[in-house]
T-cell receptor, first 116, second 113 residues
Framework: DTGVSQDPRHKITKRGQNVTFRCDPI?????LYWYRQTLGQGPEFLTY????????KSRLLSDRFSAERPKGSFSTLEIQRTEQGDSAMYLC??????????????FGPGTRLLVL | KQEVTQIPAALSVPEGENLVLNCSFT??????LQWFRQDPGKGLTSLLLIQSSQREQTSGRLNASLDKSSGRSTLYIAASQPGDSATYLC????????????FGQGTELSVKP
């Protein structure tokens, strides 16, 4: 399978615990994005990387959230001291830098987080 | 601030009908507009991408149009099938924001056999 993969697919945790999600992009893609999607809404941008550099972070990404892409390949998204409001689907996408007008992002299956 | 709106929020049609989904956006400074499909509990699948200089794109039974000046796009689905049942999302790629996509809230489509 050469698509974007995410792990785990589902995570249930208790309020106050830390969680970490992993995303493996399509191998030749140098851009990687994280989005969050709540029920009945479209995805909202969280952050993105070009290679290992984190180029933008949304205001949605509070201090409890941190993302890394240490070698420009896979990425992790960590949420510390989870809150019930963090319950959502966390989506990862990747793309290849090229002609911006044609750039398509390829999405993974998502990690569904439930904070009890 | 760019805002993307999709109407209707939900749509139910009998199999075989042709249908139109609508998407509007407030800022015309976009590189492209994309339509995605999302099945329940799953990720997004790209359906069509229209560059800002283009008026429409077609793929099989799908046709998407873009009128950048009026901030509107439509997704036309011909001869709908039960397998088309899913949520359809439009998203715009905006200028000088890296690759950040701004999404609408989606239209949930149900095609009844």
């Amino acid at each position: 399978d050469t698509g974007v993969s995410q792990d785990p697919r589902h995570k249930i945790t208790k309020r106050g615990q830390n969680v970490t999600f992993r995303c493996d992009p399509i191998s030749e893609h140098n851009r990687l994005y994280w989005y969050r999607q709540t029920l009945g809404q479209g995805p909202e941008f969280l952050t993105y990387f070009q290679n290992e550099a984190q180029l933008e972070k949304s205001r949605l990404l509070s201090d409890r959230f941190s993302a890394e892409r240490p070698k420009g390949s896979f990425s992790t998204l960590e949420i510390q001291r989870t809150e019930q409001g963090d319950s959502a689907m966390y989506l990862c996408a990747s793309s290849m830098t090229g002609e911006i007008y044609q750039e398509t992002q390829y999405f993974g299956p998502g990690t569904r987080l439930l904070v009890l | 601030k760019q805002e993307v709106t999709q109407i209707p929020a939900a749509l139910s049609v009998p199999e075989g009908e042709n249908l139109v989904l609508n998407c509007s956006f407030t800022d015309s400074a976009i590189y492209n507009l994309q339509w995605f499909r999302q099945d329940p509990g799953k990720g997004l699948t790209s359906l069509l991408l229209i560059q800002s200089s283009q008026r429409e794109q077609t793929s099989g039974r799908l046709n998407a149009s873009l009128d950048k000046s009026s901030g509107r796009s439509t997704l036309y689905i011909a001869a709908s099938q039960p397998g088309d049942s899913a949520t359809y999302l439009c998203a715009v790629l905006i200028y000088n924001q890296g690759g950040k996509l701004i999404f609408g809230q989606g239209t949930e489509l149900s095609v009844k056999p």
